[in-house]
């Protein structure tokens, strides 16, 4: 496992399985848990906070390895589509939190 980590890291792995196994797949069923797991946190503020201690690595990682393995297609278009999918995600993200913390 630390070996795919790696590997997806350094952009070695093909974009189809960074991107719907690990980046779609990978975070939805993150988030799955994450949120049954918060139902216990009585605190909304401790919820956002272990939420984003949680799920933020993994994005990171996710996203980055999308971007260093977006070429790794017969089809180059597939990668630029990769790659702007993860940049609205994270323009995306960053507008949520700045709502969460108004």
Do not use: D
Request: overall charge positive; hydrophobic content about 60%.
């Amino acid at each position: 496992m630390l070996l795919f980590i790696k590997s997806a890291w350094t952009g070695k792995e093909k974009l189809s399985l960074v991107f719907w196994g690990y980046y779609i797949s990978g975070q939805l069923g993150l988030a799955l848990l994450i949120g049954a797991f918060l139902v216990f946190i009585p605190s909304e503020t401790a919820q956002i906070i272990a939420a984003v201690l949680l799920f933020l690595p993994y994005v990171i990682w996710a996203s980055w390895s999308v971007w260093a393995c977006a070429y790794n297609v017969e089809q180059k278009y597939w990668g630029h589509a990769a790659r702007v999918v993860v940049v609205i995600s994270v323009m995306s993200a960053i507008r949520n939190l700045i709502v969460i913390l108004e």
